[in-house]
C-alpha cells in the first residue's frame, strides 16, 4: 500500500528522481556559495572604485561579473543578493506555514460554524488584493528588513489553510482519530499530534511550490524600491538597477535576472518532483 510507505523507500523513490536531485543539487551549491562566497572574495559588496566603473566580466582582479555603476563587485552583490532573496523566501514561507497549518486543521477538525466562520475570513482576505496590502504594511511600519519576512508569510498562508483543511476533514473520518476520542485525548493534542503528523506530505510539497512565490514578491517589491535597501541588495533590487543601466551594460541586468530566473525553476522542479514521490500516499489517505 502507498500508505504504508516507509522513511526508507521515500528516500529511495527521492534518490531515483532526477528532478529532485539536480534542482535540489542547484540549489544547495547556489545557497553554499551564496553564504560563503562573499567570505573568500577580495571584494566587498560596499566598495566602491569609481575608476572601475562598468567593467564587463572578466577574470582580472577577479571581478567574475563585471562591476556596476559604483565600481562594486557584481559578483559579490549577486551572492549578497541570492543570499538574502532566499532567506526571504525561506523565512516567509515557514511563517505562512505555521500560521496555515494551525489555521487550517483547526477550522478542518472542530468542522461546524467555527469552521464556516473562519473560512469565510480566509475569502474575505482572498478578495483583498495581495500585492497591495504587502505595499501598505511596508509605508505603514517602514521598510524594515525584518517586516518583509512577516509581510508577505502572514498574507502567503491562504492556500496553505484551505488545503490542510481540506486534508484535516479527510483524516478526522478515519479509525486512529475516533480511537483517541474515545480514550479522551484531547481536542488539540488530537489536532496537533494525530493529525498535523499526517499532513506531512502534501505541507512539505506545497511549501516548496510557495517558495518561488514569495522570491517573485519579494523581487517585485525590491524592484519598486519597497524591499531591501542600500548598502544591502536582493536580485530584485540588482535587476531594477540593472534596468536603468541595460544599454550601457547589459550584463547588470542579465546576471541577477538569469540567477534568479534558475532559483525559481530548480524550486518548481523540486517542488513537481517530491509531489510525484509524495502525492501517492495522500491518495490513500
Known amino acids: 500500500m502507498n500508505a504504508s510507505l516507509g522513511l526508507l523507500q521515500v528516500m529511495k523513490e527521492i534518490r531515483r ?18 553564504v560563503i562566497g562573499p567570505f573568500v572574495s577580495p571584494h566587498s559588496y560596499l566598495t566602491t572604485d569609481f575608476d572601475g566603473r562598468f567593467i564587463g566580466p572578466t577574470l582580472s582582479n577577479f571581478h567574475l561579473f563585471g562591476t556596476d555603476d559604483l565600481g562594486r563587485d557584481l559578483f559579490v552583490r549577486s551572492l549578497l543578493g541570492g543570499r538574502i532573496t532566499l532567506l526571504v523566501a525561506i523565512v516567509a514561507s515557514i511563517v505562512s506555514l505555521v500560521i496555515g497549518v494551525a489555521y487550517g486543521a483547526v477550522a ?4 461546524g460554524r467555527i469552521d464556516a466562520v473562519m473560512m469565510r475570513a480566509v475569502d474575505a482576505l482572498y478578495a483583498l488584493p495581495f500585492i497591495f496590502l504587502v505595499i501598505l504594511l511596508m509605508v505603514v ?28 476533514i479527510s483524516l478526522k473520518q478515519r479509525e486512529f482519530i475516533d480511537a483517541a476520542k474515545i480514550i479522551g485525548v484531547p481536542a488539540w493534542r488530537i489536532i496537533f499530534r494525530h493529525i498535523t503528523p499526517n499532513l506531512l506530505g502534501v ?6 511550490l510557495t517558495i518561488p512565490q514569495a522570491v517573485l514578491v519579494e523581487s517585485f517589491l525590491s524592484f519598486l524600491g519597497l524591499g531591501i535597501q542600500e548598502p544591502q541588495t536582493s536580485l530584485g533590487a540588482l535587476v531594477n538597477g540593472g534596468v536603468s543601466q541595460m544599454e550601457q551594460a547589459p550584463y547588470l541586468l542579465l546576471i541577477p535576472a538569469l540567477l534568479l530566473a534558475a532559483i525559481l525553476l530548480c524550486f518548481n522542479f523540486l517542488g513537481d518532483g517530491l509531489r ?6 495522500q491518495e490513500s489517505a
Open 17 to 34: 528522481s532526477r528532478s529532485i536531485m539536480v534542482s535540489g543539487g542547484i540549489l544547495v551549491f547556489v545557497a553554499a556559495l551564496a
Open 108 to 111: 478542518g477538525y472542530v468542522g
Open 141 to 168: 511600519f517602514e521598510r524594515n528588513f525584518l517586516l518583509i519576512f512577516v509581510a508577505i508569510g502572514a498574507i502567503n498562508w491562504l492556500d496553505m489553510a484551505r488545503i490542510v483543511r481540506g486534508q484535516t
Open 203 to 208: 505541507v512539505v510539497v506545497y511549501v516548496t
Open 276 to 281: 510525484d514521490v509524495l502525492d501517492p500516499r
